[in-house]
Each structure stands twice: as C-alpha cells, then as structure tokens.
C-alpha cells in the first residue's frame, strides 16, 4: 500500500529523511550494463552535480549520499530556519534557476504592478516558498533532470525511474545516524569497495577527503564532483544547526560497522565498541543486522519506539512498521 507524500514528510516530527531512487526495473543504468554491454558509470557524476547545483537553490541540505548502479540513496535535512531569511526578491532569483518567472511577477519586481497584481504575485511568490523546502519538488528537479540527461545519451523515450521516491522519516538522533551509517556502507555491502575511504560516491568518502586528502597512490577512487555536506557539530558543541553528533564519533562509527560487514562477524563482538552506540542506547548485536545488506527493515520513519507511535499518532495512523525493529534495536534506558 502506497502513502501519500504529506503522510512521509512531517516536518512537525523531524526535517530528516531519507529518499531511495532506483532506475527502472532495477536495471544497472549508472554503472556497467553487462546485458547491454556498455558502461554507463559516468552518470553516478551527474547525481552529483546536480545536487551541487540544487543545494544552491533548496532550502535543503545533504547530509549523506551512496550513488550505487542502480540506485542511490540520499539523507536529507530540510533547513526551514535558512528558508525564514529569504525576503521575495531572493525567492525570485532562486526559483528562477529552474523555472521561467511569469509576467506578473516580473511586472512586480519592475515596479509596475498595481495593487491586485502585486496580490497575485505575492501569492505565487509564497507558492514557491514553500516549494523551496519541499523534499518532494527537491526529488522531482533532480530526477527528471538526470532521466532526461540520460535518454538524451541513450537517444531514446520513456521511463528511466521505477517510480516515484521512496521517503523515510528519520525521527531522533538514533534515527539519523542509523540511516547515515546505512547509507554510507551501501559499496562495502555490495563488495565494490573495502574501506569507506574507497567507497567511490559516497558521503563518507567526501568527508574523508576533505579531511584529509588520499594519495593516489593508496587508493584506486574515482573523481566525484563536490557537493557541500550538512556539516557535523564540532567538538565543542558550540553550533547546533548540525547533525547532532561529531564527525570523530561518526567515523568510528562507520569504521567499526565497516569492518564487520566486510569481516563476515556478524553476531560476534570485539572490545572495541564504538561509545556513540553506548550513549545512544543501542545494541551492538542488533545494530551488525541492521547494517547488513537489505538490513534497514524498517518502514517509512525510522526511530526509537516512543518516538515511531507518536509519529504515527500525529498522522492520525494507528500502526506504522519498524515497532519491533525499534525495540530491538534502540534499547530503552
């Protein structure tokens, strides 16, 4: 049963989520065809790019991408607090990237529309306010751009996507962090790559490079344009429109995880533990399933088990999956 995208995107309840993408019929359109024969890898650069460019224009951040051969899948933060700071003459210039201004408006930004015009415009103006923190037009600039980009190359018509995107609420600290290690493991689970670092396409590897940039000669990776990444708050806490956690913590996070899904240890625990699953309240055991492949089993909102019922409440539901997952999962102090 599919779900209406105002039932997905509550922004009351969290401005996480995240979005899966795949091509249609799960055909490997952005890597190696093999039925087809041809490479089509060069087009994981294209997602890139335009969120690169969409980031410059949305009142939405990204904070963790994996570009797989098939698909990819996105963490998003809907920055409505940045959204506030936009007066109409920055929403005009931002939403006019994408799309041709209409005559009202531009009569209104010349100074020459009387005072019905100027209501109209101020209307259409606030229509795409809104629009500029809507995950779902957000989703709707970058994949018709890159399906037509793609048919384009291919010289042919028709669907390029499996359907629309897929959107998961990402409800607390746990929520997010669950998801972004997810995401970010998506090549090692796949076997494509041994270490995040070597994860081409990957948030993870972006955040490592611009730490630290790899050798060449260490590493076989391929060149991804760059996208700025909602950043992580920094040691001393001091600026809280962040993800909730520091990037040390999430490294060693994500290494950890790492090293178990390529080990094969699942069920097996060594001592060096990550303390941010100790402070979140999670379980170690169950956090190895959830980071295997086809490991995130939860629903259309991820998060603690308080947190999963009142999110359904407020959307006036009275089940939502991933109650027994959460329950596993984050532990209840």
Known sequence: MGYARQSLVCLNDTPYYHVISRCVRRAWLWGFDEYAGRDYSHRKAWVIERLEFL??????????????SNHYHLVLHVDQPRLALWDPHEIIERWS???AIPTIVKRWQQGLAGEAETAAAMLVIERWRQ??????WFMRCLNEHLARRA?????????????????????DDAGLLTAMAYVDLNPLRAGIAATPEESDFTSIQARIRALKPIRPDTAHTEEAPSLPLFPFRDEAGANTSTIPTTFRDYLELVDWSGRIARDGKRGVIDGQIPPILERLNIDPLVWQDAMRVRGNVFGRALGKLDHLRL?????GQSRIKGLSQARSLFRTA
């Open 131 to 136: 629009r500029l923190f809507d995950v779902s």
């Open 151 to 171: 048919n384009a190359e291919d010289r042919c018509t028709g669907r390029f996507w499996e359907g629309r995107f897929k959107s998961q609420a990402l409800l």
């Open 311 to 315: 999110h359904a409440q407020a959307l």
């Open 55 to 68: 980031s410059r224009i949305f009142a939405i951040n990204t904070c963790a991408f994996a570009v797989m």
């Open 97 to 99: 990237r994408l799309f």
